[in-house]
């Protein structure tokens, strides 16, 4: 299966959107095959079947990032697959959450950022994507640096972080104000911010640009933890 996934890719890297109708049909069984491959029993740490049930699931976030990345992003929501659309974003949420692996991470983290500049600030393209970013998407901006394990002195994890501002910033840029205003009534209250704090953070986010935002946030996150 790892061996046909990487084909996929590599087909999508040569023909981009003329693969558009072929991946529009096989979208979803490979998707489905590939989930029950990853999520299907318990398997013995450290084993090689654990090995390879961890090679699938990166291969499946390299599958999304190319498929996004490569003006395909449609495909997720067309006719034949939009009714499994919200399994798909929320398999990204695990991926930002998966500790196991920084890779994935980083390519979760990265997908989403294609998504959203493509889908953001049109209620009407994706029914529910907005309470989806601003729910899932945003917890998951927030809760994956301030866990300790995220290690900002190491040089994968700084590359997740970009990811992650880069995602904060588009969605800011996407949103503007409704956004602006949810950070400061329900996300940054939520991780104890008073009045001031909040006051420079969405200062930050409206003025600064992305290697000052980054150097903000990093302070800002440590202190928070």
Avoid at 140 to 164: E, K, M, Q, R, W
Avoid at 178 to 191: D, V
Wanted: hydrophobic fraction near 40%; aromatic fraction near 12%.
């Amino acid at each position: 299966l790892i061996e046909f996934v990487l084909l996929i890719n590599q087909i999508i890297s040569t023909y981009k959107e003329k693969v558009r109708d072929i991946l529009d049909k096989l979208l979803l069984p490979l998707i489905q095959r590939i989930m029950q491959s990853v999520n299907g029993g318990d398997v013995t740490p450290k084993s090689e079947e654990e090995r390879e049930k961890l090679e699938l699931r990166k291969t499946y976030f390299v599958f999304l990032q190319n498929l996004v990345s490569h003006q395909l992003v449609d495909v997720l929501s067309s006719e034949a697959n939009v009714g499994h659309l919200k399994a798909v974003l929320m398999s990204l949420i695990e991926g930002c959450y998966f500790f196991k692996d920084v890779t994935i991470q980083r390519l979760a983290f990265s997908t989403l950022k294609f998504i959203i500049s493509s889908w953001g600030s049109n209620p009407s393209k994706i029914a529910g994507f907005t309470e989806f970013i601003f729910n899932d998407v945003s917890k998951a901006l927030y809760s994956v640096p301030l866990n300790p394990n995220f290690n900002l002195n190491d040089v994968p994890y700084n590359t997740v972080f970009v990811d992650i501002i880069h995602n904060q910033k588009t969605i800011v840029e996407k949103y503007g104000a409704p956004y602006l205003e949810y950070l400061a009534s329900t996300i940054l209250p939520s991780l104890h911010c008073d009045s001031a704090t909040i006051s420079l953070y969405l200062t930050a986010f409206q003025k600064e640009d992305r290697n000052s935002l980054k150097t903000f946030l990093r302070g800002f996150i440590l202190n928070k933890r």
